[in-house]
């Protein structure tokens, strides 16, 4: 009974053990299946997430990538440091309507526009890629801008926070990268995206490596653009649409249209591609131009005789091909009586290159010389121009007669409408107004202003055996024969006996009372002028006046002295030796009496003509108030209508050295002091 007892006991004992064994295995097999599910269904959280990412990171890659296309495009290959790209917006010219690749000089002001004839404006064109030369370019390239923006733009679009209500926890472990690679059809974008995924207490490291076509022919439209951009640096580079949809020009000229909107400031020029949408709007490029001065080519000065035909030719060329406008117009005339009386006009207006003239008769009222003004003026009021000079002469002949209406050289035979015996020797440039001249058969006539010869007189008879005249500077005795011989004069013929002067010439000078025009614009009389005033003489290198130091003044007593009268009726007295500035040089009334005063004083001479009616003396008069701190004088011609002498003593004044120029202003007209060349 007591070992049946203990029996017992054993087997519920071996029980309760097999029991407790059975339960820890069941225990066991559920915890672990409970795990292995965890596991699965962390798997597939992740797997979830990487998908969602994968799908997350190809949209944002389309988004950066249209987004740096489609800026790069508006902007002329351009984004700016302020919208996320590299280009310096301070240092590129550009408007709301896109970026400048061609720019006008402003440092080229004409008329000396173009300063290089073959390369008109300033290039400001974006690269495409950095140049391997390893130099600095002047600005970013394309494809650094297009990396730069797309990758911000990039970060910008990724939303990682949006995962963690999956519990998906992504971490960025350095900034998204894109490379951008172009092709003749197609530009694609390459991402680079290091990131950490966590999932509870799993955790994986991940780099995107994906890639988006875009299929934008960026790299043809842009050769294209910059070929064309390039081409109308040149200034006869006609850029219309008819031209630069060419296929020349255009190799895609199937697909992609170039147009051209014109404005008075700038050109808006656009490269379409219809092959090719970024959302609802074709794809296009472009770049502006802004307006350049037109061209006019170079007109040279005209000289012509009279009856001759008057030829002006304008060529202008618009690089913009802008209508053109050209106006001509007399800024100064400087002629002698006649005047040119034939109106040049304004031309019409034409577009790009062309060539308009003018053709008319030169008359014998037309002689003198003038000064024009042609002007080419685009429809932004952007001018090129320049001065020419025409020269309208006659021509002087020695041995004339008169045949019915017209005169006859008698050495070629050619016929005249004027005298030539009356046209000036030296320049052609006028008619020798009220001078007597002689033709082959001694009759004799004086000339009028538009050349012809008025009161004729028949032919002399033989002169009466032993008179005298005087005749070009010599005094002229008539022998028994009814033949003269004549002497050259030193001092000049007196016209009444028709000897020779024997009075040689004294010191050049004024009279009492004459005024001289001062350095800060007052007057002085003459025989008040002190040595170290500041006179006004006019410095012909620099052409125009300046002030002299008065070095050494001079009060001779003289034997006569010479009135001029000009045609705005004011006077200049002074003895007939001094020199006076013309239009053709300086002038006296008796050079012989200059040249001899040089050599008996010694000084180097003065090259001078005779001074007659009808010249042009060099004159000034104030363009300011004499009040005014800084005065300014106005320089002009005006005309000798008469010349007086009269014998007389008289106490008579001379500025005999003057600093730098050696001349003053006596009397308003522009004379020398004799001491210099």
Known sequence: MKKRAQLSIFVIIGIVILASFMLVVFLSSSVGKDKIQQQIASISKQKNALASINSNEQSCLKYAADSALTLAGKQGGFIFNFQGGLADSSKVSQNEKGVYWILRDALDNPPEYPRYPNFVGIPQISVLKKESTGLPSRYPAVKDELEKYSAYQFGQCMNLSQFEALGVEIQQLSNPSITVAFGESDTIFYLTYPIKITIGSSSQKKT????????????????????????????????????????????????????VSPGPDYDIITLTDAKKKIGQDYYHLVFLRQNRNPILRRIQ????????????????????????????????????????????????????????????????????????????????NLKDWQEIRVFVKCEYKANVKMEGAQWKDSDSGRTFS??????????????????????????????????????????????????????????????????????????????????????????SCFPAGTLISMADGSKKKIEDVKVGDLVLGYDFEKQSNIPAEVLEVESPIRSHMCTLRFDDNSILMLTDEHPVYTLEGWKSIVPEHTKREAIIKNITQLEVSELQIGDYVFAIKPATQPEQSKPEFKNYFKKVVSITYKQQTIQTYNLKKI???????????????KMGT
């Open 301 to 380: 000065d005209i000289t012509v005789n009279i009856l001759d035909n008057i030829n002006i030719t304008a060529d202008v060329t618009d690089p913009d091909e802008d209508k053109v406008a050209i106006s001509v117009n007399k800024t100064k005339e400087q002629f002698y009586g006649g005047e040119l009386r034939h109106t040049i006009g304004s031309m019409d207006s034409h577009s790009g290159d062309f060539s308009r003239f003018l053709n008319f008769k030169a008359e014998a009222k037309d002689i003198g010389y003038y000064t024009y003004n042609i002007t080419a003026t685009d429809e932004g």
């Open 659 to 673: 600093s730098k120029v050696e001349n003053f202003y006596a009397d308003n007209v522009l004379v020398h002091n």
């Open 208 to 259: 995107t490596a994906q890639s988006y076509s875009s299929g934008v022919r960026f790299l043809s439209i842009y050769t294209i653009a910059k070929n064309l951009a390039y081409d109308d640096l040149n200034p006869n580079f006609m850029f219309t649409p008819e031209i630069v949809n060419q296929q020349r020009y255009n190799p895609l000229k199937a697909d992609v249209a170039i147009t």
């Open 418 to 507: 004027y005298n030539p015996l009356c046209c000036e020797k030296d320049y052609g440039l006028k008619f020798n107004n009220g001078t007597r001249v002689t033709l082959s058969d001694g009759s004799t006539c004086t000339c009028n202003e538009n050349g012809g010869c008025e009161g004729m007189t028949a032919p002399p008879a033989a002169c009466t055996p032993g008179t005298k005249r005087c005749n070009m500077g010599q005094s002229c005795t008539c022998n028994s024969d009814g033949t003269e011989t004549c002497d050259d004069c030193d001092y000049g013929c007196n016209s009444v006996t028709g000897n020779c002067k024997h009075e040689p010439p004294d010191t």
